[in-house]
């Protein structure tokens, strides 16, 4: 069956550190991969997309890349601070009709 | 309004009861998705429209689960005869088109079933 993985683990870094969050997909060919922040209470806010055609997205400190041969998305975010600590979720979509499903998430904490 | 909306925002109800849950998509948003999201998990897919078309409703748990869009806005989410394992947040998410374009968020309903 389809399955998305992400580190259920949190992940503890210091600020100024990058953070490197993981997702893996199996029994899945997705067209579109998107990554999303959740705060505690809210709901999931987008923050970038990248096709299976594109390597790497970059968006200020942000940084996705898609391997589709590994079937793997790393998300980075370099020059981390405190108000980067979230919950992360990203989620797949195929092409054409195909609903948008998305990972456990992982729970990034910066430290000052 | 600007965002995605959902009402109630909470609701409790007696185990046996039928719950309406909707949600008001962002204006011009051609696709709907409702997912139930539990503590610490992500959100888990139910269902999604495009338009007023039900495109795929493989993640409803059981017949007592039923949506619908009728006139390509508006969506409702009904459970029958609630069950206590029903309880959790769900969370409805529109986009302006289909997968290829981020969803946004609602504010979701929390259900409590007592």
């Known amino acids: 069956s389809q399955k998305i993985e992400q580190n259920s683990e949190a992940l503890n870094i210091q600020e100024g550190k990058t953070a490197t969050l993981t997702c893996n997909y199996t029994n899945y060919s997705p067209a579109y991969l998107q990554w999303y922040r959740q705060d505690p209470g809210r709901g999931p806010v987008f923050l970038l997309l990248i096709r299976e055609n594109e390597k790497e997205k970059r968006k200020e400190r942000l940084k996705v890349t898609f391997d589709t041969t590994l079937k793997q998305s790393l998300f980075h975010i370099t020059a981390s601070q405190p108000a980067d600590s979230a919950t992360y979720l990203c989620a797949l979509a195929g092409a054409g009709f195909q609903k948008l499903v998305f990972g456990t998430g992982t729970r990034l904490l910066v430290s000052p | 309004g600007a965002g995605v909306s959902q009402s109630p925002r909470y609701k409790v109800t007696k185990r046996g009861q039928d719950v309406a849950l909707r949600c008001d998509p962002i204006?011009?948003?051609?696709?709907l998705y409702w997912y139930r999201q539990a503590l610490g998990q992500g959100p888990e897919f139910l269902t999604y429209f495009n338009y007023e078309a039900q495109q795929d409703k493989s993640g409803l748990p059981n017949d007592r689960f039923s949506a619908e869009r009728p006139e390509g806005s508006i969506s409702t989410l009904t459970i029958q005869r609630t069950e206590q394992r029903d309880s959790a947040m769900y969370r409805c998410a529109s986009s302006l088109e289909q997968s290829n374009t981020e969803a946004f968020f609602g504010q979701g309903t929390r259900l409590t079933v007592v």
């Open positions: 204006s011009g948003h051609v696709s």
